[in-house]
């Protein structure tokens, strides 16, 4: 069983010696994901706090607002970053 895979195997260590693992488009698709992802699971517990304080006392509105835009930041800038490269 071995035997019938090894060829296999040497095929593809050579093909991955030669060249990077994805393509840069590939590359840039999953850190502008990743960043959404992180944006996202940053904005589930500010989101949730910044209602709660508002809730109590609705002059902190402006705060909350900008605590929970605060992490979108990373996606513009994890965009800014692809376009540019």
Not at 43 to 48: A, C, H, K, L, Q
Not at 50 to 55: L, V
């Given at each position: 069983?071995?035997?019938?895979?090894?060829?296999?195997?040497?095929?593809?260590?050579?093909?991955?010696?030669?060249?990077?693992?994805?393509?840069?488009?590939?590359?840039?698709?999953?850190?502008?994901?990743?960043?959404a992802?992180?944006?996202?699971?940053a904005?589930?517990?500010?989101?949730?706090a910044?209602?709660?304080?508002?809730?109590e006392?609705?002059?902190?509105?402006v705060?909350?607002?900008?605590?929970?835009v605060?992490?979108?930041?990373?996606?513009?800038?994890a965009?800014?970053?692809v376009?540019?490269v």
């Open positions: 069983m071995i035997e019938a895979i090894e060829p296999l195997m040497t095929a593809l260590q050579s093909e991955a010696a030669s060249g990077p693992a994805i393509s840069p488009s590939a590359a840039a698709a999953l850190a502008v994901g990743l960043a992802f992180g944006a996202g699971y904005e589930r517990g500010i989101g949730s910044a209602m709660g304080a508002i809730a006392d609705e002059d902190l509105f705060n909350g607002l900008i605590l929970t605060l992490p979108e930041t990373l996606v513009i800038l965009l800014v970053v376009f540019l």
